[in-house]
């Protein structure tokens, strides 16, 4: 008989199924599909609460939901704000909701042009890896019991790992061998110090008033929302997402009319549609990240019939609507030159982490949460 770490397959297929994702609404569905051969390995390994946090909710199935949503409904905003009707021709009827996915299409099947002074393996392989530093922090961020790791250092363990995605970027630019893509990584790095700093105080904050970095607790204490706990780090979070997004006014790294986007001005095809939905992704992230500190995490009135599902969903419309609220910033604000951002960013933000700290000291002496 087969066995993996001492257990029968049989033996691991239980374990899955006792711990997997309990949805009334489809348990009748669930528990035919449990009686298919093969199948039921299947819906037994989705199901389990592990998995379903990285694949489905929060996950890569949130992640791609959002992607297609806010794109869409960032150029329909803006397009109405600006007195213009937007993405229509594709899915009239629906109002052109299924324009990014036609977008998408049209990358895939586009030409990739690798330029002969491009560094060729990193120029291609580096879009994918940018990916990992993107889905890793999804597998610490809880959603009620789905999670895909439970960890005391969780929120610790997500922002080191979104700091890494810059650098993935400046390796981008790096790997395109343009004096352009050159312009924009450094300006990306200069971003990076400028809002990195920052944001980490703030998040120390909020790690003091709660006092503790495990972010299903924080979710658990947080019988007041955060945001109304420490407002000035709530903000600060807020503009810092802006700027780590490359959101206007801080789409400084990519301004198309400057240096044609950036980093990934040489990209073409599904490499640059890979690229340039990093920025989305990140706001995703960035967006559960502010909604567990803040705004109660997957806290909601319940709902039976989703059951475990429930405060994925919730946390899930949280983060998009921390994203929606990103893209309206796109159009409102100009862009910023850079030596405004960067003193945004060194004096104003910094001086407002500052101040979100001793708010959290003050909390926290006062009894915390």
Same mark, same amino acid.
């Given at each position: ?28 569905? #669930?528990? +035919? ?23 489905? %909710? ?21 397009? $109405? #704000? ?26 895939? +099947? ?5 330029? $002969? ?5 990193? +120029? ?9 530093? #993107? ?25 080191? %790992?979104?700091? %890494?995605?810059?650098? /993935? ?25 400028? =809002? ?31 945001? +109304? ?15 780590? /997004? ?30 340039? /939905? ?5 706001? =995703? ?43 309206? %910033? ?40």
């Amino acid at each position: 008989m087969v066995t993996i770490f001492g257990l029968t397959i049989s033996e691991i297929m239980n374990i899955m199924v006792k711990e997997g994702v309990s949805i009334p609404l489809i348990q009748p569905l #669930i528990d +035919f599909l449990l009686k298919i051969p093969i199948i039921q390995y299947v819906v037994a390994l989705i199901l389990w609460k592990p998995v379903f946090a990285v694949l489905i %909710l929060p996950g890569l199935g949130g992640l791609m939901i959002s992607l297609l949503f806010i794109i869409w409904f960032e150029r329909k905003l803006t397009a $109405r #704000i600006q007195w213009r009707m937007g993405p229509l021709e594709v899915s009239r009827p629906i109002a052109g909701l299924m324009q990014p996915m036609a977008d998408g299409m049209r990358y895939l +099947f586009q030409e990739v042009i690798v330029h $002969r002074g491009a560094h060729k393996p990193y +120029f291609v392989q580096l879009p994918i890896l940018a990916f990992i530093p #993107i889905l890793l922090p999804i597998v610490f961020i809880p959603a009620g019991s789905i999670y895909g790791i439970n960890s005391p250092y969780s929120l610790i363990i997500t922002v080191a %790992l979104l700091a %890494l995605i810059p650098v /993935t970027i400046i390796a981008i630019g790096w790997a395109s061998n343009s004096k352009f893509a050159y312009i924009g990584s450094v300006r990306e790095a200069f971003m990076y110090f400028a =809002y990195e700093i920052p944001f980490m105080i703030m998040v120390l904050g909020m790690i003091i008033i709660y006092g503790t970095a495990d972010m299903a607790t924080i979710v658990e204490k947080q019988g007041i929302w955060g945001a +109304f706990l420490n407002p000035f780090a709530f903000l600060g979070i807020l503009i810092t997402t802006a700027m780590a /997004t490359s959101r206007l006014p801080f789409e400084i790294a990519e301004a198309d009319q400057e240096i044609a986007f950036g980093p990934f001005v040489e990209y073409s095809g599904i490499l640059f549609g890979l690229v340039m /939905t990093l920025a989305y992704e990140k706001m =995703y992230i960035m967006g559960l990240i502010v909604s567990v500190l803040f705004l109660g995490g997957g806290g909601g009135p319940a709902i039976p019939l989703l059951g475990d599902l429930s405060p994925a969903i919730w946390l899930f419309i949280k983060a998009l609507a921390v994203m929606m609220v990103m893209a309206f %910033l796109r159009s409102i604000y100009p862009r910023y030159r850079l030596d405004q951002a960067l003193r945004i960013g060194w004096n104003s933000l910094i001086s407002l982490s500052l101040l979100s700290l001793v708010v959290a000291v003050i909390v926290r002496f006062m009894g915390g949460v």
